[in-house]
């Protein structure tokens, strides 16, 4: 972790790069991130890599970034911070996908977190078919850890996953596919178990089922606490156990902001009173001491 000190004494924090789509919601995609990483003490620079036209209730509609645009976004930050820790979420498409992977080829990252997303909670594509494949056969390899959630698993690795026998054949597939470590995300099973296999030793991580059909954002919350947990110098184990309880609490002080899903509260830990609503006294002008007239 580098500890230099700013232009005024104080130390920089971490910073970590999300690659990630804009969900103006902000409950899922850069804005869970940044506000994940932020909540870790970490500082949060994004790369766009599509525009989606969304809210609680669902995707209207998906721009992806050209990936010359993206590209050029992801110089400009390499080439200004120095970057701990990489989260990448939604891609959009095989050409965003493959200009990711150039760009992690060209700087050599410490920690790299692949959150494989393919479709949002409402059941809109986020990856299209080629975009798939090139993340089944190039990006993983790329990344220190890759999270998918059941179904994403199911895809990648064409294995159908009924139970935890299921999710450990697909975490061992995923390693021999060239994957470093793999945490398989178990929110869509009875039992909320998470299973982290570091191509050794598979390790279950417990958990509350939590009411995951009805929230926005669980996955590139969970990936991004990854990130920050890794880049302040934990194992993985330590980084996904402590990112799964962060994530949990999230989820039991999520509160809603529209009609449709629940996006989680990021900043559960710092209690921020709100500024009072109401009417309030406006001061008069005579109140402002540079509103007096000047004694001659």
Known sequence: MSNHNGHNGHSVPPILLTISGFDP?????????????SAHG???????TSITIQNTQGVEAVHNTPSAELKAQL??????????????????????????????????????????????????????????????????KRASVIT?????????????????????????????MGARAVIVKGGH???AVDLLFDGSAMMPLAGDKGKEESLHGTGCTFASAVAAHL???????????????????AIEKAYPIGKGRVPLDHFYRQKIEPPARGIHEVPQHGMHPAAEPTAH
């Not at 959630?149 to 390693?175: Q, W």
């Open 189 to 191: 099973m009875e039992k």
């Open 231 to 249: 880049a302040a110098g934990r194992t993985l184990l330590e980084a996904a156990t402590l990112a799964k309880a962060y994530v949990t609490k």
């Open 75 to 140: 110089d400009a930050l390499a080439k200004d911070s120095t970057l701990e820790a990489v989260k990448i979420g939604m891609l959009g498409n095989r050409g965003n996908a493959a200009a990711v992977a150039e760009f992690l080829d060209a700087n050599k990252f410490g920690h790299i977190v692949l959150d494989p997303v393919m479709k949002a909670s409402s059941g809109a594509e986020l990856l299209d078919a080629a975009g798939i494949k090139y993340v089944a056969t190039e990006l993983l």
């Open 148 to 176: 998918p959630n059941v179904p994403e698993a199911e895809t990648l690795t064409g294995l159908a996953i009924k139970d935890m026998t299921g999710m450990e054949a697909a975490a061992r597939k995923l390693v021999e």
């Open 42 to 48: 970490c500082y949060g620079v994004a790369a766009i």
């Open 25 to 37: 919601s902000c409950g899922a995609g850069v804005g869970a991130d940044l506000k994940t990483f």
